[in-house]
């Protein structure tokens, strides 16, 4: 076959783009740090990656989940404490109030700070976080409580459904607390109507207040019941981030070891490359011979 001089420039030319191509893939992948640019390089890779990247887009949605369970819970249990804490309070002064020898100004203080305490635990029981009444179920944009002529409403229309939220493939939790657990089942048998029995019978008598603290004993036992339940489901919860947090760390290896190029091989690829477009330039240099216009000239 005779070989012509348009048929070297020709090869030489296409040669060296294929050279120039390989060093520019070379160079992309040193800039971007992955295997995989465009789906044409490897589809086999490319195909793997979306495989890889949805899992992890998986895990961190789960992961900011479990955040929100994580936030409701620990919110709701801080809440619940603070109510623990007031009733025990509220404990304290009924037994202060019950003793014969307390005089009627005593106890019209004790009066003044109950009535303080009933406010300070209807404002817990309104607690709102980032917007959300966290003790009304799933109606979370309705404040559950307010108090009219010194009687405390709402515990009629609570809602008690349960807040549910996926934290897990095919694992859901329930990040909230049902309220009529802690608060009563009805505006009349309620948490506040007990404090207000004690509220009132400091003008009664001992025997009425007596039995006040009975009462305010089994509202105790309500709180810390509902923080048991929260704290088993709370305990749940770190089990499930643990696992995610193993699950994201395998997930972005394994990702990373699909994509992310070895440093060290593509340098060396790269500077090979480089060399070998080096010598194609050199040797077609020498080799396309002069034409006669390039005498002419």
Same mark, same amino acid.
């Given at each position: 076959?005779?070989?012509?001089?348009?048929?070297?420039?020709?090869?030489?030319?296409?040669?060296?783009?294929?050279?120039?191509?390989?060093? @520019?893939?070379? /160079?992309?992948?040193?800039?971007?740090? !992955?295997?995989?640019?465009?789906? %044409? #390089? &490897?589809?086999?890779?490319?195909?793997?990656?979306?495989?890889?990247?949805?899992?992890?887009?998986?895990?961190?949605?789960?992961?900011?989940?479990?955040?929100?369970?994580?936030?409701?819970?620990?919110?709701?249990?801080?809440?619940?404490?603070?109510?623990?804490?007031?009733?025990?309070?509220?404990?304290?002064?009924?037994?202060?109030?019950?003793?014969?020898?307390?005089?009627?100004?005593?106890?019209?203080?004790?009066?003044?700070?109950?009535?303080?305490?009933?406010?300070?635990?209807?404002?817990?029981?309104?607690?709102?976080?980032?917007?959300?009444?966290?003790?009304?179920?799933?109606?979370?944009?309705?404040?559950?409580?307010?108090?009219?002529?010194?009687?405390?409403?709402?515990?009629?229309?609570?809602?008690?459904?349960?807040?549910?939220?996926?934290?897990?493939? @095919?694992?859901? /939790?329930?990040?909230?607390?049902?309220? !009529?657990?802690?608060?009563?089942? %009805? #505006? &009349?048998?309620?948490?506040?109507?007990?404090?207000?029995?004690?509220?009132?019978?400091?003008?009664?008598?001992?025997?009425?207040?007596?039995?006040?603290?009975?009462?305010?004993?089994?509202?105790?036992?309500?709180?810390?019941?509902?923080?048991?339940?929260?704290?088993?489901?709370?305990?749940?919860?770190?089990?499930?981030?643990?696992?995610?947090?193993?699950?994201?760390?395998?997930?972005?290896?394994?990702?990373?070891?699909?994509?992310?190029?070895?440093?060290?091989?593509?340098?060396?690829?790269?500077?090979?490359?480089?060399?070998?477009?080096?010598?194609?330039?050199?040797?077609?240099?020498?080799?396309?011979?002069?034409?006669?216009?390039?005498?002419?000239?």
């Amino acid at each position: 076959m005779r070989v012509t001089q348009n048929m070297l420039s020709q090869n030489m030319l296409n040669n060296l783009s294929n050279n120039y191509s390989n060093l @520019g893939k070379y /160079l992309d992948q040193l800039n971007t740090g !992955k295997k995989v640019n465009v789906p %044409s #390089d &490897d589809p086999v890779v490319a195909m793997k990656g979306i495989g890889y990247r949805s899992q992890v887009a998986r895990i961190e949605q789960f992961t900011r989940n479990a955040g929100e369970v994580r936030n409701w819970m620990d919110s709701s249990d801080a809440a619940l404490d603070k109510a623990t804490k007031a009733l025990q309070k509220l404990r304290e002064l009924a037994v202060q109030a019950s003793t014969d020898t307390l005089g009627a100004d005593e106890r019209k203080s004790i009066k003044k700070e109950a009535e303080q305490l009933k406010e300070h635990l209807v404002d817990i029981a309104n607690t709102n976080v980032n917007g959300k009444y966290i003790f009304n179920g799933t109606d979370i944009n309705e404040k559950p409580f307010k108090i009219e002529n010194d009687k405390v409403i709402g515990i009629d229309k609570l809602n008690t459904k349960p807040v549910v939220i996926e934290v897990a493939e @095919g694992t859901k /939790l329930q990040a909230n607390v049902n309220p !009529k657990e802690m608060f009563g089942t %009805s #505006d &009349d048998d309620s948490m506040f109507a007990d404090i207000q029995k004690f509220i009132d019978a400091l003008d009664d008598g001992n025997e009425a207040i007596e039995k006040s603290i009975g009462v305010l004993d089994n509202r105790i036992d309500d709180i810390i019941n509902a923080r048991a339940d929260l704290g088993a489901r709370s305990n749940r919860l770190d089990l499930i981030e643990d696992r995610l947090s193993e699950q994201e760390i395998v997930a972005t290896k394994m990702m990373s070891k699909n994509e992310d190029v070895d440093y060290e091989k593509v340098i060396t690829q790269f500077l090979t490359q480089e060399s070998i477009l080096r010598a194609s330039l050199s040797a077609g240099a020498k080799t396309i011979q002069p034409s006669l216009l390039d005498f002419l000239r």
